[in-house]
Every structure is written in C-alpha cells, then in structure tokens.
C-alpha cells in the first residue's frame, strides 16, 4: 500500500527455535548445556537433540514502517513463540532477527505484572520495562488508568483482578509507552465487548505512527486492521500477502486438514420412536458424494429411514450452522407452494433436499434435521450431523458466513 514506508523495522532472516518435549529433557538439556559453558565449550547446537521439535522452522518476513502485519494459524503453529522472539524473551537457535525501535508488547495477559504487587506499582514496573523513564510514566499515570477502566482498584494487588483487568491495564500501559513497534497476542480474546472496541480503534489511531504484529483467531480483526498478513503452520510460514488472500489459503488448509476428522454420521437429538435407522448423503449435482462445494454449486442432501406407520403432513426441516452452533438458516419442505411430501409411507422413505445454490463463504458447516407433525407441535425427531463443506474461492473475499447475491447496476 502506498502508504506504508519501504523502511524496515523488524528484519527477520532464516530464524529456527527449538524446544523440548519433555520437562526430562529439558533439565537434562540445560544442566549439560551450563556445564558446557562454564568449561569455555559451545553448548548450542542447530541440530535436533532426542526430544526436541522445532517450533520455528526457517522463517524469514519483514515488517516495514507503518505497516499492520497479521500473523494466522492454529494453536501451536509459533506464533506466540515468533513474538517472544521478537521481544527479546527467546533467542534464536538459528538465524538472526534485527528490530529498530521502542517495541510494546502485549503478549499474554498480564505478562510482565507481579500479583503481589499492586496495579499502581506494576504500571510502573512494567512501563519501565517497556523503556519508559519515571517521570514519563508519572505524566501518563492518569491517562493509562482511565483507559484502562480500573477505578479504585488500582491499588489493589492484580493477584486479585480478573483477566479482563489484566488486559486492560497491560493494554493501557503498552500503548501509552508511545511505542514504534507494537506486539499484540490474543490479548483482544479476553475483555467485554465495549473494551474490545476501544481497543481496535485505538489500534487504528496508532498505526499513523506504529509497526504492528498482530496475532489473532479473530479472521474479521485480521482483515479490517492488517495490511499484510503470514499463514504460520507447524514453524513454517505457508502463505504471505494480502490478509483477504491468505486468510481464503488458512480456511481451505485447515478444513482440508480436518476433513478425515468428520463423517457424515448423525446424532440423534430428540425422538419419538416413529423413524428408524436415518442416513443421509451429500452430493454433487452429478450424483457424486462429496462434501466440497464450490461458490454457485448445486447441494443435494438424501437421507433415507424407516417409518414404522403412516405419518400425514410432516414437517421436515434443513438446518444450516456452523460447526459451533449458529444457525445460518433453514428450508422445510412445508415452505414450498406444493408441499411434494405431504406424506411418509410405512417402510423405507427415500427423500431429497437440492440447494439450489451453495451461497457459503470459506469455511466449515453442518446440517441438522428436525421432523414435525402438521402445525409443528410434535416433535418426531431432530438430529445433528457432522457434514463438512467446504466454500472453495479462487479470488474473490466475501465477509461473514453468506454471500449475498446481490446484482449491481449503474444508474445514470
């Protein structure tokens, strides 16, 4: 972006760590590690040790003045362990890492605080740490209680705060220390939702005058603050450029990695007894099972089961949410101006729902069924399945969970 000075301040080049597995290794590790430096030996070595794992596997990126940089992955991908180094908390076993600047770091929630010691001596303690002098920190004193919305217990000890207060005052006192680099874990997952807003907005201010590395689950957070962001996966990075781009490459790569995980079997929630033995399939338009669907794609989902009697005017509804639970929305054979199934016959019953159009962003689904009588008063049976679809995107973005189709004109 135009915007964004060519200038580097944080160059990192080829930049492995590793840990050990076990705490057995680690004290073995160590105790050899000390010995070897005490008698004038190298204790490091670049190569793998029994036990040890790379967390950070030859990483190399930059983050330019001005610039919002957005780190993605799943838990345990070196994120957390990426920004440690960057703050100087770990050192690389390989490659080297170059930072120019005052760097504020929000790393974890109310890191750098001690719990015996108060709100009021922590933000002192810690905006020091953060290279801040005393009689800066006593000129912002009020400002960083007041943002941080802590009131009266500033001179509490912060053992006794909850973790949103952690947040709160860590977060003040990081972005009061006017810093030129700003680090920022996950802390934003913590918190009510009116603080959260403060925060991102407070992000925006400072990124006039801020390098930001962003780390976050949040993909929505990611896309509207970052100019660039990084797909970390198992210490190497996978894909960098464009948030919206490497956010689609995250989502098809995670669902991919999580289909063998899902089936298509059903869990049944709630029944009568009058339906037996429901199975149901998903497929393509050309009859082919699958759970992977394109933007526009037709999805046909069976199911078949067995009714023990005769039952007039179900009520059969098709629920779409995402895999925790929101539901997105829903069709029931009841809505149609024809009702083509105003009746299940004793036996086997074959039956079809086609969605006309797959109007679902990248990401994971499921369906649920839920079976009425008439005018929606008895239950018969609902269930969850485990389906899995995947909205494949080439290069288009599209916010939220739906795509509107939506048809554009220009009026003269």
């Not at 960083?144 to 003040?172: N, Q, T, W």
């Not at 490459?249 to 037996?276: M, P, R, V, W």
Request: charged share 25%; hydrophobic share 40%; aromatic share 8%.
């Amino acid at each position: 972006m135009s915007f964004i000075n060519n200038e580097s301040v944080i160059t990192v080049e080829k930049v492995s760590k590793k840990f050990c597995k076990t705490i057995k290794h680690v004290m073995l590790y160590g105790a050899s590690d000390i010995a070897k430096d005490f008698i004038g030996m190298r204790s490091k070595t670049e190569k793998l040790r029994n036990g040890e794992f790379w967390a950070l596997d030859d990483v190399s990126f930059e983050l330019r003045k001005g610039e919002t940089l957005g780190i993605i992955g799943v838990n345990g991908s070196g994120k957390s362990t990426m920004l440690r180094l960057l703050n100087g908390i770990f050192m690389p076993d390989k490659g080297k890492i170059e930072v120019t600047g005052r760097v504020g770091a929000l790393i974890a929630v109310g890191a750098g605080f001690h719990p015996l010691l108060t709100g009021r001596e922590n933000v002192y303690v810690n905006g020091q740490i953060l290279g801040m002098s005393k009689k800066e920190i006593d000129a912002k004193f009020k400002q960083i209680v007041e943002f941080a919305e802590i009131g009266d217990f500033i001179d509490a000890p912060v053992k006794h705060y909850s973790s949103g207060m952690f947040v709160r005052l860590g977060f003040s006192v990081a972005i009061h220390c006017d810093p030129t680099i700003l680090l920022v874990d996950e802390v934003l997952a913590v918190g009510d939702a009116a603080f959260k807003k403060k925060c991102m907005t407070k992000i925006q201010e400072l990124k006039k005058a801020t390098s930001t590395i962003f780390i976050s689950h949040n993909m929505y957070q990611v896309q509207r603050i970052c100019d660039r962001a990084i797909f970390l996966h198992n210490g190497k990075i996978l894909f960098e450029g464009q948030p919206e781009v490497v956010i689609n490459q995250y989502y098809n790569y995670t669902i991919n990695q999580d289909f063998d995980k899902t089936d298509n079997s059903l869990i049944i929630l709630d029944s009568t007894g009058d339906i037996e033995d429901l199975k149901m399939q998903v497929l393509n338009s050309n009859g082919e099972e699958t759970n992977f669907f394109k933007l526009g794609e037709e999805v046909h989902v069976e199911f078949t089961f067995f009714c023990k009697s005769e039952i007039d005017n179900p009520n059969i509804g098709l629920v779409l949410s995402t895999v925790d639970g929101n539901v997105l929305g829903s069709t029931k054979n009841i809505h149609l101006k024809t009702n083509p199934i105003n009746k299940l016959t004793k036996g086997k019953n074959h039956i079809k729902c086609i969605i006309r159009r797959n109007m679902l962003t990248p990401g994971l689904y499921r369906f649920a069924f839920k079976w009425k009588i008439g005018d929606n008063t008895m239950l018969l049976q609902a269930t969850g399945g485990k389906v899995v679809i995947e909205s494949q995107q080439d290069k288009l973005y599209y916010e939220g969970s739906v795509v509107i189709d939506g048809d554009w004109k220009k009026l003269q």
